[in-house]
């Protein structure tokens, strides 16, 4: 049986429930005093270590929410800009449009300028957050698409993000395919799976937007980026 992780932030109780990939834990929110339920990726259940990141902490691909629901990750996401040029904008990384395999979609959407990795993701009451890692450290997430907010998501809540029709599109299987470099390009859609990071629930209130698209090379923790520009 595998330990019940150490999630700062959350004093973890039972089990609600588990998957092929992930976890869901019954856990108490100490900083606002609720009970929650924290989904945790399976892969990060055999021995990697959960790192503190703004109001949660790095775990895995899936979502959580009030203790006895589950929810699915979203992100935030940048708005277009003219140019395919880089530039720090709206979406507090440099991103650009050329090349872009979102933009092309998505008119509003963007891809990072230079390779942006995660170690982990944790939502938290529909709150998600992850933990930024330097590419070239072994990794889980990779960002292949930025964009902002549809007007009528009006939540940071990731299961109402991950659902609307404008987010789907952008974080698409067929978006993710297009976006890989080098080597990923030889590996099979089924080998990847796609989650959407909003803003945490403190980011949404402090005015963000921003949401991202994430890939995982299932069961794999490269040590490179996957779809660098």
Not at 86 to 97: E, N
Not at 152 to 167: I, Y
Request: aromatic share 6%; hydrophobic share 40%; glycine share 14%.
């Amino acid at each position: 049986m595998v330990k019940a992780p150490d999630i700062p932030g959350h004093r973890v109780g039972g089990v609600l429930g588990a998957g092929g990939f992930a976890t869901v834990y019954r856990c108490w929110q100490l900083t606002v005093g609720r009970e929650v339920a924290v989904k945790v990726a399976a892969a990060l259940l055999m021995g990697t270590r959960f790192l503190s990141h703004g109001s949660g902490s790095a775990a895995g691909p899936s979502s959580a929410g009030p203790a006895g629901t589950g929810s699915s990750g979203t992100g935030t996401g940048p708005r277009a800009q003219g140019g395919g040029a880089a530039a720090t904008d709206v979406f507090g990384i440099p991103t650009t449009s050329a090349g872009c395999p979102a933009a092309r979609r998505v008119a509003a959407a963007r891809c990072p300028a230079s390779p942006e990795c995660f170690g982990g993701l944790v939502v938290s009451a529909g709150s998600a957050s992850a933990e930024p890692v330097a590419c070239n450290r072994s990794h889980y997430w990779e960002t292949f698409a930025i964009a902002i907010l549809p007007a009528e998501v009006r939540t940071f809540d990731q299961d109402a993000v991950g659902a609307d029709r404008a987010v789907r599109t952008v974080c698409s299987e067929t978006v993710m395919l297009a976006s890989r470099r080098g080597q990923a390009r030889r590996l099979p859609a089924r080998d990847w799976r796609i989650d959407v990071l909003p803003p945490s629930e403190a980011a949404f209130n402090s005015g963000t937007r921003v949401y991202r698209c994430l890939a995982n090379e299932i069961g794999q923790q490269p040590r490179v980026s996957q779809f660098g520009r």
